[in-house]
């Protein structure tokens, strides 16, 4: 008889859809059937990316990375009402969709004052990820994002740039 224990698992709560640890077991490269996309946006380093997505479970790219890239003069370049689309690094799935329900500069400087862009409920797309009973933010394809470390306002996802900087799926 096999027995299940919850009672060590932490729950988030809806719309938060919880996965297994089954989902980042051992594939073909790493954690992922498939490596990195050679052309990340806003000029990520494919090294970082294949290491952060692929071969890792804990770690995450420096503080303040995002802030090295092109992606903070995209955003601030982005007319205000429209939402950008970040897509799995691996796969090209999109994951994440922001801003939704605030302005672009207040997602811009929650994600500065943690160092790692992030997200909420409403901005995640959560056909394509999942969170571990640790909090680890995962792709449904083994793709280390980040974690969810929830705050006053709720759930926040601090993800890893290099994680969601693929380009959309063919």
Known sequence: QIITSTATMSKYPPPCVMGD??????????????PVQQNLRWNCDWETADRICNYNRHYAEHSGYF?????????????????????DSNTGKPLFVA??????????LESKMHGWPSFRDSEVVWDNVRVLPDGETVSVDGTHLGHNLPDRSGSRYCINLVSVAGNPKA
């Open 67 to 87: 802030e090295k890239t092109t992606f903070r003069k995209e955003c601030e370049q982005t007319e205000e009402g429209k939402e950008i689309t970040f897509y």
């Open 21 to 34: 640890e089954a989902i980042m077991s051992p594939k073909e490269h790493g954690t992922s059937v498939v």
């Open 99 to 108: 801003p939704r329900g605030r302005t672009m500069s207040k997602f811009l």
